[in-house]
């Protein structure tokens, strides 16, 4: 049974450029979720999906920011127009729904964004 | 908003010492998480408290949640070099939430 898998794991980019992360979760998983991590802090949730449907965003989420999760499987986070504040680790999760209370999510191993 | 604050911010520990890592809430705890990171990469699931007064226990690390104190706490018994690492609490905000909010972590150290 494979984890959450994260592609590219570091990503380089001149400022003004576009970035496309990729997420593939545990098989099975439903559930799946973007979180951003800036140095020294706890990851920051960015958006949640249910198969394909994209069900709450953060505000946190920019316009330059659009996540995607076409057939409910793999999912794409792409940044337009980086800013060095988009800098930070991006972190894919995913869960299998729970009827009643809460759910354990299992993270990749995230993409290293780094604008200069 | 509601805030996860750990403690120690940081702890350094000898080879087979004990030690306490805390995390408490600012508002009520719908269920807490623990995750472990090593630097740079993604985080590991350790263990997740449902229920005021549970308890759990993987290997030589036991967590416990008191939901009447908003808190919860993460003990390791007998601490190894393979336990070095940043120790992230993150919780629901609301029962049934779909996302987690997680506190700044607690970076170990074990000394050989």
């Known amino acids: 049974d494979t984890g959450v898998s994260q592609d590219p794991r570091h990503k380089i980019t001149k400022r003004g450029q576009n970035v496309t992360f990729r997420c593939d979760p545990i098989?099975?998983?439903?559930?799946l979720y973007w979180y951003r991590q800036t140095l020294g802090q706890g990851p920051e949730f960015l958006t949640y999906?249910?198969?394909?449907?994209?069900?709450?965003k953060s505000r946190l989420l920019s316009d330059r920011f659009s996540a995607e999760r076409p057939k409910g499987s793999f999912s794409t986070l792409e940044i337009q127009r980086t800013e060095q504040g988009d800098s930070a680790m991006y972190l894919c999760a995913s869960s299998l729904p729970r009827v009643q209370g809460p759910y354990e999510q299992y993270f990749g191993p995230g993409t290293r964004l780094t604008v200069t | 908003s509601q805030e996860l604050e750990q403690s120690p911010q940081s702890l350094i520990v000898q080879e087979g010492k004990n030690l306490t890592i805390n995390c408490t809430s600012s508002?009520?705890?719908?269920?807490l998480y623990w995750y472990k990171q090593k630097y740079g990469e993604g985080l590991i699931f350790l263990m997740m408290l449902q229920k005021g007064g549970e308890e759990k226990s993987h290997e030589k690390i036991t967590a416990k949640l008191d939901e009447k104190k908003q808190q919860s706490s993460l003990h390791i018994t007998a601490s190894q070099p393979s336990h070095a690492g940043i120790y992230l609490c993150g919780a629901p905000k609301q029962t049934g939430a779909n996302n987690l909010f997680f506190g700044t972590g607690t970076r170990l150290t074990v000394i050989p």
């Open positions: 508002k009520t705890l719908y269920g």
């Open positions: 098989s099975e998983h439903n559930r």
């Open positions: 999906f249910q198969n394909e449907a994209q069900l709450e």
